[in-house]
């Protein structure tokens, strides 16, 4: 077996390979973005005794958003004043490698421990390719001990399989069938949309977009695993939330404790009275839009959803029937959500509030589209499936046939046979369609 340090090597040759790939010439990007953050680390660390330590924990900062906001923001800033400019080209990944940049001078800054003085294991760290194109955003604290000393095994290279291939079957199988009717939807004329067609579109899109960052991410986890590394965790079933501030604990988690941890706390939290904790909210989830993209529609749906977490600080439903209070808290949410998730998908302002009209307005003169046109069989069992698989229903499941003898005695054989059909239509799914992991998400 390759010593420690040789697969480390082979790891941060594979990735910085597999983004030359995706990007060619801009890996230089990436490899700039790794030596940059290596010597501010070693300078944050040399003189942390001193204020020269924030003086350059400012300026690596200063520099990681740079870059970030020159690829991804240019254009649309520029836009803004009408000023046309030659098209910026967005590298993979940029938005997620800079924040987990960022994040490592931070700790770096706040505990001495965690600075790295090998550069290559530095560079693994920022360029680890499972998880670069779509996060999670990984910090240094929870895998350095993985980078230094992980242990492979057969038991967590099976679960790490089993993780990738129920991820890759969440995007193939489910995300990309209900993308066909949501995009339909959203490429009618705004005026022409018919009721029915506006929810089965946003219905579907809601849950597209779910099964496409958790599958992304279910596949990042399964991958590192099967390299010994141990990610944490970025969905816990977000449309079974109560609240708006419920559905952050569980939606993208990496991304809404690393704002939490590195922005809302510094800023003052809520620790600072009522008005200044209000505003830091606001603060943190316009900054979540922007994240997102560069359109005013990502500012508008950060906003949405920072507007209603202070609603839900302020008051809360006056229902004495829990019952009743959480059908009702469920219900919220997910309508929240889903108009949230229309300014998440619309190509501007204007159709994504014309869209929103559709939603409810009824006009019986838009008769030449009708929903189920645009539904069939495999799509109807899709949907069905989505609904399902997106509450804990299969958690409950799997728990109670940890109980089962059969299933016990069998286990060792069921897996691979859920593996291999899964991968077998996959596969299928792959082959009649043109497939490129890089044009699905460009943060």
């Not at 597999?18 to 990007?29: K, R």
């Not at 070693?42 to 690596?60: F, P, Q, T, V």
């Not at 579109?201 to 991958?223: K, W």
């Not at 997106?390 to 003898?405: A, C, E, G, H, V």
């Given at each position: 077996m390759l010593p420690r340090s040789w697969r480390n090597y082979f790891l941060l040759i594979v990735s910085?390979?597999?983004?030359?790939?995706?990007?060619?010439?801009?890996?230089?990007?990436?490899i700039s973005s790794i030596i940059v953050n290596y010597v501010a680390g070693?300078?944050?660390?040399?003189?942390?005794?001193?204020?020269?330590?924030?003086?350059?924990?400012?300026?690596?900062i200063f520099l990681n958003l740079g870059v970030l906001i020159y690829f991804k923001y240019t254009n649309f800033i520029f836009d803004q004043f009408a000023f046309k400019i030659e098209n910026i080209h967005l590298p993979i990944g940029i938005s997620f490698f800079t924040f987990q940049s960022i994040s490592y001078l931070i700790d770096v800054y706040r505990e001495p421990t965690l600075y790295q003085k090998n550069p290559f294991k530095l560079g693994l760290y920022i360029s680890l390719f499972p998880q670069l194109i779509a996060g999670p955003i990984v910090r240094y604290a929870d895998i350095a001990k993985d980078i230094s000393s992980r242990t492979e095994s057969a038991e967590l290279f099976k679960s790490g399989v089993l993780?990738?291939?129920?991820?890759l079957a969440k995007k193939l199988l489910i995300a990309n069938t209900l993308a066909l009717i949501a995009d339909t939807a959203f490429y009618m004329p705004a005026e022409e949309l018919?009721?029915?067609?506006?929810?089965?579109?946003?219905?579907?899109?809601?849950?597209?977009?779910?099964?496409?960052?958790?599958?992304?991410?279910?596949?990042?986890?399964?991958?590192?695993?099967?390299?010994?590394?141990?990610f944490l965790e970025n969905f816990n079933y977000p449309y079974i939330s109560k609240s708006i501030q419920e559905f952050w604990r569980r939606w993208h988690i990496s991304l809404s404790s690393w704002f939490r941890d590195y922005v809302y706390i510094p800023l003052g939290g809520n620790r600072l009275g009522e008005r200044r904790t209000y505003l830091n909210l606001i603060?943190?989830?316009?900054?979540?839009?922007?994240?997102?993209?560069?359109?005013?529609?990502?500012?508008?749906?950060?906003?949405?959803h920072g507007a209603?977490?202070?609603?839900?600080?302020?008051?809360?439903?006056?229902?004495?029937?829990?019952?009743?209070?959480?059908?009702?808290?469920?219900?919220?949410?997910?309508?929240?959500?889903?108009?949230?998730?229309?300014?998440?998908?619309?190509?501007?302002?204007?159709?994504?509030?014309?869209?929103?009209?559709?939603?409810?307005?009824?006009?019986?003169?838009?008769?030449?589209?009708?929903?189920?046109?645009?539904?069939?069989?495999?799509?109807?069992?899709?949907?069905?499936?989505?609904i399902i698989i997106?509450?804990?229903?299969?958690?409950?499941?799997?728990?109670?046939?940890?109980?089962?003898?059969f299933f016990v005695n069998y286990k060792a054989y069921i897996l691979p046979l859920y593996i291999g059909v899964l991968m077998m239509l996959c596969t299928i799914e792959m082959a009649s369609n043109s497939f490129n992991p890089f044009i699905y998400f460009r943060f």
């Open positions: 910085l390979t597999f983004y030359a790939i995706g990007e060619e010439e801009l890996v230089l990007v990436m070693g300078l944050i660390n040399r003189y942390r005794d001193s204020d020269k330590a924030r003086y350059y924990l400012g300026i690596a993780r990738f291939v129920t991820g018919p009721l029915s067609m506006a929810w089965l579109g946003i219905i579907c899109y809601t849950l597209q977009i779910y099964f496409d960052f958790s599958g992304y991410s279910d596949m990042a986890i399964g991958l590192g695993r099967m390299f010994g590394f141990r603060g943190v989830f316009l900054l979540t839009g922007i994240w997102h993209g560069a359109s005013w529609n990502f500012i508008v749906w950060g906003l949405w209603f977490i202070l609603i839900e600080k302020s008051s809360s439903l006056p229902i004495n029937n829990a019952a009743l209070k959480s059908v009702l808290s469920r219900v919220y949410l997910l309508f929240v959500v889903m108009i949230g998730w229309v300014f998440f998908r619309a190509e501007d302002l204007s159709y994504a509030l014309e869209y929103i009209k559709h939603l409810v307005w009824y006009s019986s003169e838009n008769t030449n589209y009708y929903a189920l046109y645009y539904v069939n069989a495999k799509s109807i069992l899709v949907l069905i499936l989505a997106s509450t804990p229903i299969k958690r409950i499941l799997l728990r109670k046939l940890d109980s089962n003898t």
